[in-house]
């Protein structure tokens, strides 16, 4: 029987995977709302990209911040 050594998962490489997963909502969301007929439907969709988009930023900034605090290291 192998014994295999377990996958260590990061913080950065969490919070990488959550920056990636919001920028393929955004545009999701994005392209819903531009072919979406319904207007309160397209609203929702528009507002839900919104709020991703400050999500990713968040994420984005900790990424910034982790690279630098790597780089002082």
Same mark, same amino acid.
């Given at each position: 029987?192998?014994?295999?050594?377990?996958?260590?998962?990061?913080? @950065?490489?969490?919070? +990488?995977?959550?920056?990636?997963?919001?920028? =393929?909502?955004?545009?999701?969301?994005? $392209?819903? *709302?531009?072919?979406?007929?319904?207007? @309160?439907?397209?609203? +929702?969709?528009?507002?839900?990209?919104?709020? =991703?988009?400050?999500?990713?930023?968040? $994420?984005? *900034?900790?990424?910034?911040?982790?690279?630098?605090?790597?780089?002082?290291?």
């Amino acid at each position: 029987m192998q014994h295999h050594e377990p996958i260590h998962i990061s913080d @950065r490489d969490r919070t +990488l995977r959550a920056w990636q997963n919001t920028m =393929e909502l955004i545009r999701d969301y994005q $392209l819903y *709302a531009a072919e979406i007929k319904d207007p @309160r439907l397209a609203d +929702l969709f528009s507002r839900m990209a919104e709020t =991703e988009c400050r999500h990713g930023s968040d $994420l984005h *900034a900790v990424l910034k911040d982790m690279a630098v605090q790597k780089a002082e290291q």
